[in-house]
């Protein structure tokens, strides 16, 4: 089974203000709630290079953008049907899941008082409903397609719809001429070898929160493009060892200044992190110093 050849997609993937690539974790959640179309077109305006989303499956078919399997947690649901526990995402038809309110839970990545989360405010139309509505992968990407924008599309289902989850995102991807900005990650071996087999071109990494004894063996037995491993996990080793290879990694999730600014330094292909705007800020101060010789 042969990977995507790398350089070209690393060729396709880079940053104006230089390594590492800023990915708006679940779209930015210190922007705006997470797995928003209004969060992910935050994190365009701030600078961030790609966002980072999550997919399930709706009752009937159809890939939606949230993290959770049940709605509990980032959606008006239990209140809306308080009898539909335990709230499964598999068990909501689309047009249910899309009168959901899941502007319920603001973020608080950054502190009260901090100036973006002033703007933010500011800015916000309570009127629009991407700050409230449930997408679609479809919509996802027609948005990042018409941002000239990049998105990691990670899967995640369980064992009764994550086959069918696999085909319908790459069938998606492939219908909306997205090959070419999209990343698709997934903790799950099986999703990664079907997005392979089905498309072989799409990029494709794999998610650790373990960490793996031999990362660049896990990625070549898979057929993967890239490691994502939980930033906690990373080693200078392993990172040494991925980069010999030509393994981008993409660490996850880093949101203290102190943090990203390490992880930077590390020599990471990209950070995904809620708060892209400060990861931005950072490589544009580096960057300035760099070019004024300091």
């Given at each position: 089974m042969s990977a995507t050849p790398i350089s070209d997609w690393k060729i396709r993937w880079h940053?104006?203000?230089?390594?590492?690539l800023v990915?708006?974790?679940?779209?930015?959640?210190a922007l705006a709630s997470e797995n928003t179309l209004a969060a992910a077109m935050l994190s365009f305006a701030v600078g961030a290079d790609f966002w980072e989303m999550d997919v399930q499956l709706s009752a009937d078919g159809v890939p939606v953008v949230i993290h959770d399997p049940t709605l509990k947690r980032t959606s008006n649901a239990t209140q809306v049907d308080a009898k539909r526990s335990p709230w499964r995402v598999r068990d909501y038809l689309l047009a249910d899941l899309e009168k959901l309110d899941i502007d319920v839970h603001p973020p608080n990545a950054d502190p009260p008082g901090d100036p973006i989360q002033w703007i933010l405010q500011a800015i916000k139309d309570p009127e629009d409903e991407t700050h409230h509505r449930l997408p679609t992968l479809r919509q996802a990407l027609l948005l990042t397609?018409?941002?000239?924008?990049?998105?990691?599309?990670?899967?995640?289902?369980?064992?009764?719809?994550r086959a069918r989850l696999t085909e319908q995102t790459v069938r998606i991807v492939m219908e909306t001429g997205?090959?070419?900005?999209?990343?698709?990650s997934s903790?799950?071996?099986?999703?990664?070898?079907?997005?392979?087999?089905?498309?072989?071109s799409l990029?494709?990494?794999?998610?650790?929160?373990?960490?793996?004894?031999?990362p660049v063996a896990a990625v070549r037995r898979l057929g993967a493009d890239t490691y994502h491993p939980k930033a906690a996990i990373l080693h200078e080793e392993n990172l040494r060892r991925c980069r010999e290879e030509d393994i981008p990694v993409i660490a996850w999730t880093v949101n203290e200044r102190e943090d990203l600014e390490r992880f930077r330094d590390?020599?990471?292909?990209?950070?995904?992190?809620?708060r892209p705007h400060v990861l931005v800020q950072l490589k544009k101060k580096r960057e300035t110093l760099q070019r004024n010789g300091s």
């Open positions: 940053s104006p203000w230089g390594p590492p990915g708006a974790h679940r779209g930015g959640r397609q018409a941002l000239g924008w990049r998105i990691n599309v990670e899967i995640k289902g369980d064992g009764k719809t997205m090959a070419r900005s999209v990343l698709v903790f799950h071996k099986d999703a990664v070898l079907r997005v392979k087999s089905l498309e072989p990029p494709v990494g794999i998610l650790s929160q373990n960490p793996f004894q031999d590390m020599g990471v292909f990209g950070i995904i992190t809620d």
